[in-house]
């Protein structure tokens, strides 16, 4: 789910994921609902410029345990949990038209 807001030559985003709570792979233990919020902000205040800005993981979850092992990842499913946290992002493009 997502929220998109834009004002002149700004814009914003925020967004929510959420990941239903399952039985990880063995079937043995219930691994929990987690939910993550990102958000981004972009400019294009000059012609053929736009600058974007952004957060991932704004809170700095951790993934829910899970003790599968179909992958080489320890204590988290890699398939429904990113392990990296909080995450800062930006990046400049300017087209030459």
Do not use: K, T
């Given at each position: 789910?997502?929220?998109?807001?834009?004002?002149g030559p700004w814009g914003t985003t925020l967004?929510?994921?959420?990941?239903?709570?399952y039985k990880d792979a063995r079937g043995l233990r219930d691994v929990g609902n987690t939910e993550t919020y990102d958000a981004q902000a972009t400019w294009s205040g000059i012609k053929g410029l736009q600058l974007v800005a952004g957060v991932r993981n704004i809170m700095d979850r951790d993934p829910p345990a899970s003790?599968?092992?179909q992958t080489f990842?320890?204590?988290?499913?890699?398939?429904y949990g990113d392990p990296f946290g909080r995450l800062f992002y930006g990046k400049i493009t300017y087209s030459f038209k």
């Open positions: 789910m997502g929220w998109v807001l834009g004002v967004n929510q994921n959420f990941v239903l709570g003790a599968q092992g990842q320890v204590g988290y499913d890699p398939h």
